[in-house]
Nanobody, 124 residues
Framework: QVQLVESGGGLVQAGGSLRLSCAASGRTSSDYVMAWFRQAPGKEREIVAAIRWSGSTTYYTDSVKGRFTISRDNAKNMVYLQVNSLKPEDTAVYYC?????????????????WGQGTQVTVSS
């Protein structure tokens, strides 16, 4: 079992920045993929970014490339999502997720572990 707890969300004006954090505990290991998803009201949950727990491979959805950065601190069992140049369309609940193995997938159902989510609201 892996437990995930997100923090760092909030209300920010367009163009602002936030750093989302995900604390992982339990049976974490080097062969995990960590990801950030988001879900806006009335929309499906979508992947934002992902990173392998070992190595440097990352993934970003097109709409956030150049604005968001995913990173990890293995020693602290933390995963971060730095979100810059925020837009009102970035407003959503952001979830941290984990899956075993090395494959980075965009489908939410392929991730076994989820946090409770943190709200990001961007005002125009």
């Amino acid at each position: 079992q892996v437990q995930l707890v997100e923090s760092g969300g909030g209300l920010v004006q367009a163009g602002g920045s936030l750093r989302l954090s995900c604390a992982a505990s339990g049976r974490t290991s080097s062969d995990y993929v960590m990801a950030w998803f988001r879900q806006a009201p009335g929309k499906e949950r979508e992947i934002v970014a992902a990173i392998r727990w070992s190595g440097s491979t990352t993934y970003y959805t097109d709409s956030v490339k150049g604005r968001f950065t995913i990173s990890r601190d293995n020693a602290k069992n933390m995963v971060y999502l730095q979100v810059n140049s925020l837009k009102p369309e970035d407003t959503a609940v952001y979830y941290c997720a984990a899956r075993g193995g090395f494959g980075i997938y965009t489908t939410p159902s392929l991730y076994a572990y989820w946090g409770q989510g943190t709200q990001v609201t961007v005002s125009s």
